[in-house]
């Protein structure tokens, strides 16, 4: 499966649901090339930019970096489909980690 698309982020452990949401509607974009994958996000007030790799056949390993309420963020992360659906994880570089479950948006 490729993990190539628009994942809409529909939940998360960390956040109210009213944060995801705050400023648009919370997504991450993924484009696979081979074992490459890149991509961007956005959720409440973070936005960033990926740059990952697959490492097994359900799992990307990836660096980010962005912004978090304006302030420069950046860390490591993993993307692990499961099933139909996503689990997107944010670790800021000396900070806290965020998951986000996905569901791949319909394509347009």
């Given at each position: 499966?490729?993990?190539?698309g628009?994942?809409?982020?529909v939940?998360?452990p960390?956040?109210?649901?009213?944060?995801?949401?705050?400023?648009?509607?919370?997504?991450?974009?993924l484009?696979?090339?081979?074992?490459?994958?890149?991509?961007?996000?956005?959720?409440?007030?973070?936005?960033g930019?990926?740059?990952?790799?697959?490492?097994?056949?359900?799992?990307?390993?990836?660096?980010?970096?962005?912004?978090?309420?304006?302030?420069?963020?950046?860390?490591?992360?993993?993307?692990?489909?499961?099933?139909?659906?996503?689990?997107f994880?944010?670790?800021?570089?000396?900070?806290?980690?965020?998951t986000?479950?996905?569901?791949?948006?319909?394509?347009?």
């Amino acid at each position: 499966m490729t993990f190539s698309g628009t994942w809409a982020i529909v939940s998360s452990p960390d956040f109210y649901d009213d944060y995801l949401s705050e400023e648009v509607d919370p997504y991450v974009k993924l484009r696979q090339s081979g074992k490459n994958v890149q991509g961007e996000y956005h959720v409440g007030y973070q936005q960033g930019t990926i740059d990952g790799r697959l490492d097994a056949d359900q799992r990307v390993t990836f660096s980010f970096e962005g912004s978090d309420e304006m302030d420069s963020v950046s860390g490591a992360g993993t993307i692990v489909l499961q099933g139909d659906r996503m689990v997107f994880t944010l670790m800021y570089h000396y900070g806290d980690d965020y998951t986000f479950e996905c569901e791949r948006r319909a394509s347009n």
